[in-house]
């Protein structure tokens, strides 16, 4: 599956922004999918896991209370819906894609993950 990333922009804080992520390829809807963000100089680190079918999902104990992740399989789209913007919410955050179900916690492992898009860069000023 091929991912494409969009909605970063420059937003001040305490705003909000909704990311999308287009897919394209018939098996969308049987990947987990994932958005994960790196600031610079930092690690990759996962933001939002959701299942297949959206029924299900995880978040870091960091993001729980300001982020969302949904998905809508008849369109091939992954959102993230961000609230309460941080200045270290600054990053690119990308869209991924695994094979593996959602009970398998693929988020452990980034090589889980074998599409990935190319990035949205978000940038919360103060």
């Known amino acids: 599956v091929q991912l494409q990333a969009s909605g970063g922009g420059l937003v001040l804080a305490g705003g909000s922004l909704r990311l999308s992520c287009g897919a394209s390829g018939r098996t969308f809807s049987s990947y987990t999918m994932a958005w994960f963000r790196q600031a610079p100089g930092n690690e990759r680190k996962i933001v939002a896991a959701i299942s297949w079918s959206g029924s299900t999902t995880y978040y870091p104990d960091s993001m729980k209370d300001r982020f969302a992740i949904s998905r809508d399989n008849t369109n091939n789209t992954v959102y993230l819906q961000v609230s309460s913007l941080k200045p270290e919410d600054t990053a690119v955050y990308l869209c991924?894609?695994?094979?593996?179900?959602?009970?398998?916690?693929?988020?452990?492992?980034?090589?889980?993950?074998?599409?990935w898009g190319q990035g949205t860069l978000v940038t919360v000023s103060s």
């Open positions: 991924a894609a695994s094979p593996l179900p959602f009970k398998k916690a693929p988020w452990m492992n980034d090589r889980n993950f074998d599409s």
